[in-house]
């Protein structure tokens, strides 16, 4: 599954503008990717690493702005159309998954 965060954050004073670069870089720093600006996302393998990067979420968010966190299933995500100009891009694919025999 994956879990995409968007977010819309002030940053007219300097404060809002610090604010705004440590929500980015703690999303970062937990494995998600920018999908295009304030919309990032992280693959996740189970329900129960979802969770736990929600949390992580939540633990770094700034004190003002508007934050929404979805969930969507492999599927989901792979429908997704992504155009850059008029051209078509293929959208990202999940990490390879290591195997247990």
């Known amino acids: 599954m994956w879990l995409v965060a968007m977010?819309?954050?002030p940053v007219?004073?300097?404060t809002e503008r610090r604010q705004y670069a440590r929500?980015?870089?703690a999303l970062l720093k937990d494995g998600f990717v920018m999908l295009q600006f304030s919309v990032y996302a992280r693959y996740c393998a189970s329900e129960d690493a979802?969770?736990?990067h929600r949390k992580s979420i939540k633990l770094s968010l700034p004190p003002e702005g508007q934050v929404r966190v979805v969930?969507?299933?492999?599927?989901?995500?792979?429908?997704?159309?992504?155009?850059?100009?008029?051209?078509?891009?293929?959208t990202e694919t999940a990490p390879a998954q290591m195997e247990f025999f």
């Open 71 to 90: 969930t969507l299933t492999d599927r989901q995500f792979g429908k997704m159309e992504v155009f850059l100009g008029k051209k078509r891009k293929e």
């Open 23 to 25: 929500f980015r870089k």
């Open 50 to 52: 979802s969770v736990a």
């Open 7 to 9: 977010f819309d954050l």
């Open 12 to 14: 007219v004073t300097k």
